[in-house]
């Protein structure tokens, strides 16, 4: 090895927690190397539309009477208590001053909204969207010197007397030794490590389940910890969300997709229904329920009358803050004709339940008599088999029919480090390693077997953002020791 150097705080990623890590850090007047594995900053945080806060400025300008209180108690009974209450207490109280935090370094928000009906106003939506607030914090990082190092990856963690004293990374393509008082790790997770996916989730990367805008995500940062003699937490946790139509083929967030994520028919893999599509507001429900099925995906049923009613009266539920409810989606015929001749096996079309079915490979006896039985619930206005909302009971009469797989798919992995509220990476004790902190989508402690989103929608960015910040408070406190 050779060049070697040395800082006060090596920083692993470069995503939300590791960004709000590092310019905490060096706010406080330390010195602090960002090591980040990919060519280019921010990795999936580049992607969120907003972050959870409560009890923000913005909500009580808007009369948002939500409480830190009643945040906490939802998302902890959301996930029957098995979450890291003190952690989820920590990143809660400090929501709010975040969002101000974020305003002083160059983030700029549109308001405060949510995407579920009837669900806390907790979302804070950032103009320019994840990429917007990448761009600020890494200008407010070179602001303070904090030195950015990109495809360079962390390959181990230098050990003195069982602490942290460094970190192997490889910068300008050679290995190099880092030294340092503490490494924050914040690598991102580890959604592209089929053996870890396998493993901890029982699922296959590419053929029941598919990785949304992730990268190169292996897991390192949560490896390094458990050499370091960490305890394990939450693996196995998913964000999982449930696509169609899915492909490169097609646009990303497409006015077909608009309509294959509302209430409509949904079937599984051998055409029957399976659950009430009225849980189409909750991309984790919708999620969960895909990932039961070992083929990885299920089928969106709709037919010329749902696209006329699409067209003509509107979305029941939104996409993102593309289409909102209610949007009227003008432009879908010619969108669905140009997406259908590129004869993708993930959208089809057919004349009848009967002839749709042959295309979906499923027996068309058993489609016919869904849609039959479908249709009656609708006629009836009652579902007799899931208790499906009457007002999302539309019946499929043709005269074209469509289906559009969704796969089963996630955002990221939801866990691997055990740590506490302090975001000290613990053993499986709970008794911390100093000099040793986690951040973001390598922690374990928020969720406990799914993505808590309806109480406390954007929790995602807001845990990177949050953690990244309590982590580099910490460690800046452990410097001074």
Known sequence: MSNNMETDVVVVGSGAAGLAAAITVAEEGAKVIVCEKQPSVGGTSNFFNGTFAVESAMQK????????DQAFRNHMEYNHWRANGPLVRALINKSADTIEWLKERGV???GVTINMPDAPRTYHLVQGGGEAAVKALVTRAKEKAVSLKLSSPVKSILKKN???????????GEDVEVTCRAVIIASGGYANNNEWIKKYAHLDLGVNVFPLGNTGKMGDGIRMAWEMGAGAEGMGVLHMVR?????QEFPFMNVVEAVAIQPILWVDPHGRRFCDEGIAFYDTSTGNVNARFEKGYTWCIFDDGLKDYYTEKGLDRGIAQIYLPGAKLKNLNTELEYMLSLNSPELIWADSPQALATKMEVDPMVLTATTEEYNGFCEKGRDNLFGKDPIYLRPLKGPRYYAARARTCFLGTLGGIRANEKTEVVDRYD??????????????GLHAESYSMRDTSGIASAFALNSGRIAGENAVSYLKR
Not at 61 to 68: D, E, H, I, P
Not at 431 to 444: A, K, T
Request: aromatic content about 12%; glycine content about 20%; charged content about 10%.
């Open 108 to 110: 700029a928000f549109t």
């Open 162 to 172: 069982k602490l942290p004293a460094g970190v192997v990374a490889e910068i300008g």
């Open 431 to 444: 008794v911390p390693i100093p000099g040793l902190y986690v951040g973001g989508n390598d922690m374990g």
């Open 243 to 247: 696509v169609a139509p899915f492909g």
């Open 61 to 68: 300008v808007g009369y948002v009477a939500y409480t830190r």
